[in-house]
């Protein structure tokens, strides 16, 4: 059987001729300048480009922090545009993970209790929350670093518990902005056959990085440059393993 099997018919992510322009007139910066894109269920994606293409305004787009200036993003058959702050906001609390490079992890407060966050928002009642974050801490191999405030966490456990947190939701996407950014490589390693497992288990990932053998260990690379989509392609890892997913 092959991973394609898997996919749903539609894209969980599409976006057609998305522009993002900050500011007016003479100052007017085109961040983006017409991407089209769709990321299938299950596929697992890098997005590259050098500082100023316009990674981190995909990024924002992406994660419906920011609206485009124009073209439609449609996030699991919904146009993020006819959405108003409120449905954006739960959209982002149950559709998307977020991975951050700096963790984001919330001081002097267990792992358990970090991971359950994105549950208590989503006023999930308390024994089902702290099951379901003990189940993804396990996931993510932290189990018994259930009680671990993050500053008695290694950066490598920190960010998985940051997963861990990400994936509680059981997101349609999971969204990581250079995960790997603040890791030394022995982390870096861990955090991406992390990844590998969510992308076998059929989860649909986004990783925004500048590092090419981060990139190259996802299934496609797209390369920005300039406000556009320069390249797409299958990965190194991919080509060497001589299948497409
Ligand atoms: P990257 O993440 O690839 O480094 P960005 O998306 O941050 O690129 O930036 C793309 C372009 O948009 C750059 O020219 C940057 O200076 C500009 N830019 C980003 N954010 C803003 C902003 N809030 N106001 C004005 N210009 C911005
Ligand atoms: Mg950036």
């Given at each position: 059987m092959s991973l394609s099997d898997d996919r749903a018919a539609d894209p969980v992510v599409q976006l057609a001729d998305i522009t993002q322009v900050y500011g007016t007139g003479d100052a007017a910066v085109h961040a983006l300048r017409g991407v089209s894109l769709d990321v299938a269920q299950g596929d697992y994606v890098a997005i590259m480009g050098?500082?100023?293409?316009?990674?981190?305004?995909?990024?924002?787009?992406?994660?419906c922090l920011d609206v485009a200036s124009s073209g439609t993003y449609t996030l699991a058959g919904n146009d993020v545009k006819t959405l108003d702050e409120n449905a954006l906001a739960r959209i982002r609390n149950q559709q998307i993970g977020f991975v951050f490079q700096s963790f984001n992890?919330?001081?002097?407060?267990?792992?358990?209790?970090?991971?359950?966050?994105?549950?208590?928002?989503?006023?999930v009642g308390r024994a089902e929350r702290r099951e379901r974050a003990l189940d993804a801490l396990e996931a993510v191999g932290l189990g018994s670093r259930a009680s671990h405030q993050p500053q008695e966490l290694s950066g490598g456990q920190q960010q998985r518990v940051a997963i861990?947190?990400?994936?509680?939701?059981?997101?349609?996407?999971?969204?990581?902005?250079?995960p790997t950014g603040?890791?030394?490589?022995?982390?870096?390693?861990?955090?991406?056959e992390m990844f590998n497992l969510l992308a076998l288990e059929g989860r649909t990932i986004i990783v925004i990085t500048h590092e090419a053998h981060v990139a190259e260990q996802s299934h496609r690379v797209i390369?920005?440059?300039d406000g556009l989509i320069v390249a797409d392609r299958t990965s190194a890892r991919i080509h060497a393993a001589g299948v497409r997913p």
């Open positions: 050098p500082s100023g293409s316009g990674k981190s305004t995909l990024m924002n787009v992406l994660g992890l919330v001081p002097r407060m267990s792992a358990l209790a970090n991971v359950e966050l994105p549950l208590v928002y989503a006023r861990a947190r990400a994936l509680v939701t059981s997101p349609t996407l999971v969204l990581a902005d250079e603040n890791l030394d490589s022995t982390s870096t390693d861990e955090i991406l390369t920005l440059s």
